[in-house]
């Protein structure tokens, strides 16, 4: 029988298969908030948010309720029409918890980059801008023409994921 290879792990010192495997910074950190994501609460969406400032894992988020208070998937969402669309009203967006949780922590995102499972929205982008991070990389999109011509506007950097890598 032959034995077990496993193509993922390289024993030729060569480490060119390593190579080929091993993700890039905005991958890894994309990754990440994919996996962030898994933790939400709301069955309308689920999205994660991580901050990174020189490739650390500053604090992450994803999109529920607020700490005590029932989950969507619990007691259902709270719908309301705002600017014109439905949108969940009872969850804090990931980015939000994500810097949420940097304040409760005491951790200071200055400088720092958030990767994003989707556009964030106007709200969002208001505070991303406000808590002094410098760039947003984002994956799906969730359009919202404002928020993007306000990022623009504050020289928030706006980055889609994959979008330069064809
Ligand atoms: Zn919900
Ligand atoms: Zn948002």
């Not at 996996?35 to 529920?64: F, W």
């Amino acid at each position: 029988m032959e034995p077990f290879k496993d193509p993922a792990v390289d024993t030729s010192n060569s480490h060119e298969t390593l190579k080929k495997v091993r993700p890039s910074w905005d991958e890894y950190f994309m990754r990440i908030a994919h996996e962030v994501a898994t933790r939400s609460t709301c069955p309308r969406l689920a999205v994660g948010a991580v901050v990174v400032r020189d490739k650390r894992i500053l604090t992450t988020g994803y999109n529920g309720s607020p700490s005590g208070m029932p989950h969507c998937e619990d007691v259902g969402c709270l719908i309301r029409i705002v600017d014109g669309r439905e949108s969940c009203q009872r969850t804090l967006h990931a980015e939000q918890n994500a810097i949420i949780q940097a304040a409760y922590h005491g951790v200071s995102v200055t400088g720092a980059s958030i990767y994003s499972t989707h556009q964030p929205c106007l709200m969002c982008v208001k505070m991303i801008m406000n808590a002094g991070i410098e760039e947003v990389h984002y994956s799906g999109g969730y359009p919202d023409p404002l928020a993007m011509e306000l990022a623009t506007e504050g020289g928030l950097a706006m980055v889609r994921f994959g979008a330069t890598e064809g």
